[in-house]
């Protein structure tokens, strides 16, 4: 049995759920001090550093003249893609736009008293980064999920990131980025690349974010990055649990907990059902599924550290377990998933029924696939337009109005032992009534 069919009243069920949750915090101290020493060799010695770390983790040699992609390489990667393949991730596209168009944020202003106008207004970011993964598969998705939020915000420069194999652009990454009219890509992946955007290097231009998703390197390197520049979440290695009773097929469940083990060694599939012979029927189904998988190893490791199968005593117990996993992807394999939809308190996305698997999400329903993990999603929402932009307050008072307010803020002021604050308005007053 590649996972264990457990119950949550099992005494060990606590630390099978801190291992699994655990791990998605990335933050193993071993880890995190590698990635220390290259965020700080890099932040420090540049493209030496990043060059250096690019040979040594991803065994391709880069200088100032090849760490970007030229047009002629775009144009030549691109043009390897398949004309059926392109209009498959244009629909994509399409699709990924049409959603994100909604959360387009609107500046306003309000008059709440005569005098005074207050406001806000919707910036876009001057320039970010997208991270796109690239080591253990290619993900031109993730491009267009991040950089399709991003334009709709009216980003002024976007950058892509992406450690391409052997040093060459793969041709579908070239498309999608075309697609979304990115020119600016270089060829950096893990940690550096994370650094040399948050830092800036000869060849790599500082950016303002850093967005996307990456394996547990790149995760941790963007938290330890963050406050030198913004980042949108802790979006590391790919998760999903599903709840399941007995209208589930266990066929289709076991290939959607296998669709997101394959992605990393440290992902995480959890099955919770109230259905016993259930649980059953998925281990064995996972079992027949794996044999055929072309990605079995990555996934069975994947399994076998971070997956589970749990018996819960009902749906309602399902439900809390969800919520306290707050997985990345949660699916409702149940005969009425709006309903159990109400008690789902966190999660990145939710799939609901029968004939949503998560993997329609990955690539071409709309909504977007950057999502939290590792428990994040508690307080961290799906990458979206929102990520793109900042909100500047206006405040504009009247002569009349600061009469009115004035003394009053500047009592607050001194009450605070903040007298200049207070002089600042008083001297506007004097001869009224400072
Ligand atoms: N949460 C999300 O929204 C989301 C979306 C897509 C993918 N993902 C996840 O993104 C991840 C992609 O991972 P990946 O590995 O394929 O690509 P990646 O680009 O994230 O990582 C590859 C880089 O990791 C670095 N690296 C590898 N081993 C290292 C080591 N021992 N020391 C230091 N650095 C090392 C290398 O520099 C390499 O370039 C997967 O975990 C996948 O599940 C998550
Ligand atoms: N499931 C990933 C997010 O965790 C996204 C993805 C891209 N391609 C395939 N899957
Ligand atoms: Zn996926």
């Known amino acids: 049995m590649i996972m264990r069919i457990a119950r949550t009243t099992d005494s060990d069920f606590e630390a099978l759920y801190q291992r699994i949750t655990q791990r998605g915090r990335v933050f193993d101290e071993d880890l995190w001090k590698v990635v220390e020493k290259i965020v700080d060799d890099v932040?420090?010695?540049?493209?030496?550093?990043?060059?250096?770390?690019t040979q040594r983790l991803d065994g391709y040699a880069l200088t100032a003249e090849t760490v970007a992609v030229s047009g002629k390489e775009l144009e030549e990667a691109a043009s390897r893609v398949e004309a059926s393949d392109l209009a498959i991730m244009r629909q994509a596209a399409q699709r990924i736009e049409a959603f994100?168009?909604?959360?387009?944020?609107?500046?306003?202003?309000?008059?709440?008293?005569p005098g005074i106008i207050l406001g806000q207004r919707i910036v876009p970011l001057e320039r970010v980064g997208i991270y796109a993964p690239g080591g253990l598969a290619s993900y031109p998705s993730t491009v267009?999920?991040?950089?399709?939020?991003?334009?709709?915000?009216?980003?002024?420069?976007?950058?892509?990131?992406?450690?391409?194999?052997?040093g060459q652009i793969h041709p579908l990454i070239a498309a999608?980025?075309?697609?979304?009219?990115?020119?600016?890509?270089?060829?950096?992946?893990?940690?550096?690349?994370?650094?040399a955007l948050a830092y800036g290097t000869e060849t790599i231009p500082r950016?303002?974010?850093?967005v996307g998703p990456g394996n547990a390197y790149v995760a941790a390197a963007k938290k330890m990055v963050f406050g030198q520049v913004s980042i949108d979440m802790i979006a590391g290695p790919s998760e999903i649990?599903?709840?399941?009773?007995?209208?589930?097929?266990?066929?289709?469940?076991?290939?959607d907990l296998l669709s997101q083990a394959e992605h990393d060694e440290m992902a995480s599939a959890v099955l919770v059902t109230p259905d016993e012979v259930l649980a059953r029927e998925v281990s064995v189904e996972?079992?027949?599924?794996?044999?055929?998988?072309?990605?079995?190893?990555?996934?069975?490791r994947s399994l076998e550290a971070f997956g589970a199968i749990l018996v819960t005593d009902n749906l309602e117990g399902a439900v809390t377990v969800a919520n306290r996993f707050a997985p990345e992807h949660l699916e409702l394999i149940v005969e009425d998933p709006w309903k159990l939809l109400e008690g789902i308190k966190h999660a990145g996305a939710v799939f609901l029924g029968h004939y949503t698997p998560e993997a329609i999400g990955d690539y071409i329903a709309g909504p977007n696939h950057v999502l939290p993990t590792g428990g994040t999603a508690r307080f961290s929402s799906a990458l979206g337009v929102y990520d793109f932009v900042k909100r500047i307050s206006v405040v504009c008072f009247?002569?009349?109005?600061?009469?009115?307010?004035?003394?009053?803020?500047?009592?607050?002021?001194?009450l605070e032992g903040l007298d200049a604050h207070g002089n600042s308005i008083s001297l506007r007053l004097a001869g009224k009534n400072s």
């Open 176 to 195: 999608t980025a075309k697609l979304c009219g990115i020119s600016r890509i270089f060829k950096i992946g893990g940690a550096q690349a994370v650094a």
């Open 241 to 255: 649990l599903i709840i399941a009773d007995q209208t589930a097929q266990p066929a289709f469940v076991a290939a």
């Open 43 to 53: 932040a420090r010695k540049g493209d030496e550093a990043l060059f250096d770390y």
């Open 398 to 414: 009247s002569r009349d109005v600061l009469e009115d307010y004035g003394p009053k803020a500047a009592r607050f002021a001194r």
């Open 286 to 300: 996972l079992k027949r599924q794996l044999e055929r998988l072309p990605r079995r190893t990555i996934a069975e």
């Open 144 to 166: 267009l999920m991040a950089a399709v939020p991003a334009k709709i915000a009216g980003v002024g420069e976007i950058i892509l990131v992406n450690p391409s194999r052997g």
């Open 100 to 113: 994100h168009r909604h959360q387009i944020a609107e500046n306003w202003t309000v008059s709440d008293e």
């Open 207 to 210: 950016v303002d974010k850093i």
